[in-house]
């Protein structure tokens, strides 16, 4: 490598949409820097879907994995084990690709979860550590406050207590100490996860630069706030339409199920189309299933659903038959395209964070319901803070209430 070429080292998250946006940014970064060489650093299972019949960059980005934190041959089971194998399979893992081509890595890019990433920085005589977080700054900046949202919380611990709302957090008064991810009001925060994140709120004002998948606009008190606790803070996303705009070469669009051709082909005076999914990972509890089936046939609108196998068992008994006029349910959708169809009004979500800010590119109204981790405080944004959209009453779908948010949300 000559002595002008920096190495960057890409630490990943394997876990639901945390690795393919970083790919992503990576991607960007070294068509504006071609000297620069990234080693991606990710589990197998992740780095296999990622780089499958690919080559990222002509070559300029590698993909090492890292240990699963599994016995040889069995397949890894929660995020826990991986988890409880950081830093070690990582820093196995890089001093492999640094013996490999006989140098140190110039600078650490890695997902915000990876906290160990100023430490490895450091070890390599203090070079720049910047973290991406692959959401908004309202959940990252919820994270820098846990020790103050645990402290309100022990001092209110009535479950009235937990709706008590964050008016001294700036730009956060909107929301509840019960709206705040899970980790944060974990019992032991040494477990994996809570300590996994933790460790991160911890760590992160030492990274010489916080990248979010957010823009100024969209959270100014909040960004602003950030940017007076880390050193400096980077909006650049929303990160689709950055990299529609940026990228050499437009994405590939994979339509397997044909979605695409199906919303073309509804009639123009057929009503708005609901577009449901939940993520890369979660499917809605069988009951639930249930009640959204039963508000879609009722409310009788084009629907496309991005439903895996095993939530498709759980629909009524002939709900496919007597919908298919006007429904269709897919195991995985171009959502970016499908929510940028004229044809779509209104999306169905987890709020994910990818989700919401996708919906939000393209003026879709999102009827919300979160599960875990940031999704709570995306929807109360999304209700209370923008106005984009509802959350569903009492949390969980019923047909009523799915239907009642159906509404408001097209009335909106
Ligand atoms: N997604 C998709 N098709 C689907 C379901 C999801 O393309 O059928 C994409 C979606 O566009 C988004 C990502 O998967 O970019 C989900 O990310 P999000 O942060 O919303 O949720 P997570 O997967 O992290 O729970």
Excluded at 174 to 181: A, Y
Aim: charged share 15%.
């Amino acid at each position: 490598m000559g002595s002008s070429e920096c190495h960057v080292a890409v630490l990943a998250f394997p876990f639901a949409t945390h690795a393919a946006p970083l790919l992503s940014l990576v991607e960007q970064l070294s068509a504006a820097f071609p000297s620069a060489r990234f080693s991606f650093f990710n589990n197998h299972d992740s780095n296999s879907g990622l780089f499958r019949g690919r080559n990222p960059a002509a070559g300029k980005v590698k993909a090492y994995d890292v240990w699963d934190g599994t016995v040889a041959g069995e397949a890894l089971v929660t995020h826990e084990e991986f988890i409880m194998a950081m830093p070690g399979n990582y820093v196995k893992a890089i001093a492999e690709a640094e013996a490999e081509t006989g140098t140190k890595f110039g600078c650490f890019l890695t997902d915000a979860f990876l906290w160990f990433g100023g430490d490895l920085a450091a070890e390599r005589g203090g070079v720049p550590w910047i973290a991406l977080w692959t959401a908004g700054a309202c959940s990252i900046s919820a994270h820098l406050y846990t020790d103050f949202v645990r402290s309100l919380a022990a001092a209110t611990p009535t479950a009235n207590g937990l709706d008590q709302k964050l008016k001294v957090i700036p730009g956060m008064s909107e929301l509840s100490i019960g709206e705040m991810p899970g980790e944060i009001l974990a019992k032991d925060l040494q477990a994996p996860f809570p300590g996994m994140i933790y460790n991160m709120a911890l760590k992160l004002p030492g990274a010489n630069a916080v990248v979010l998948n957010s823009f100024q606009n969209l959270e100014p008190t909040v960004t602003d706030d950030l940017r007076s606790k880390l050193q400096k803070v980077f909006n650049i996303g929303p990160m689709i339409l950055r990299q529609a705009a940026a990228t050499p070469k437009p994405p590939i669009i994979s339509d397997d199920h044909n979605c695409l051709p199906w919303l073309d082909s509804l009639p123009p005076a057929s009503p708005p189309a609901v577009y449901l999914s939940f993520g890369s990972g979660l499917t809605p509890p069988p009951d639930e299933i249930v009640a959204l089936a039963e508000a879609l046939e009722a409310k009788r609108a084009p629907f496309l659903w991005s439903l895996k196998p095993h939530g498709v068992k759980h629909l009524p008994e002939g709900f496919l038959e007597r919908t298919k006029e006007f429904g269709k349910i897919v195991p995985w959708a171009p959502q970016v395209q499908v929510l940028s169809h004229p044809g779509v009004g209104a999306f169905v979500t987890h709020c994910g964070w990818n989700s919401t800010l996708e919906a939000i590119s393209f003026g879709v109204c999102l009827i919300c319901r979160p599960f875990y981790g940031d999704q709570q405080i995306n929807s109360r944004f999304v209700e209370s803070v923008w106005e984009i959209g509802v959350k569903v009453e009492g949390g969980k779908f019923t047909k009523d209430e799915t239907l009642k948010a159906g509404l408001e949300c097209c009335s909106g």
